[in-house]
Nanobody, 115 residues
Framework: QVPLVESGGGLVQPGGSLRLSCAAS????????MAWYRQAPGKQRESVAA???????KYADSVKGRFTISRDSAKNTVYLQMNSLKPEDTAIYYC?????????WGQGTPVTVSS
């Protein structure tokens, strides 16, 4: 079983919205704080948002007020609602534990913000 599977990416115009999903195995979801990361072409992977098992959240300055991370315990799924998207949000988005484990990196889901 793949531990983490991302989905929901796509092509969107500037100012648009997308919601990403990360389906996690039950053991990972229940034990760890989860996070979304992104890697733009030619850049290092960076943390975008994180959420603890208790629901506390934190965000990178670049996405504060535009992105919202949430988790659904019934579905073992972490979401990233992205609003007011900008071209600079274009990247492959990944989920992982907040202290990322190398073996959990998946294929990611690509997000392209372009007119």
């Amino acid at each position: 079983q793949v531990p983490l599977v991302e989905s929901g990416g796509g092509l969107v115009q500037p100012g648009g919205s997308l919601r990403l999903s990360c389906a996690a195995s039950r053991s990972i979801f229940r034990l760890y704080a989860m996070a979304w990361y992104r890697q733009a072409p030619g850049k290092q992977r960076e943390s975008v948002a994180a959420i603890t098992s208790g629901g506390s959240t934190k965000y990178a300055d670049s996405v504060k007020g535009r992105f919202t991370i949430s988790r659904d315990s019934a579905k073992n799924t972490v979401y990233l609602q992205m609003n007011s998207l900008k071209p600079e949000d274009t990247a492959i988005y990944y989920c992982n534990t907040e202290d990322p484990y190398e073996g959990y990196w998946g294929q990611g889901t690509p997000v392209t913000v372009s007119s």
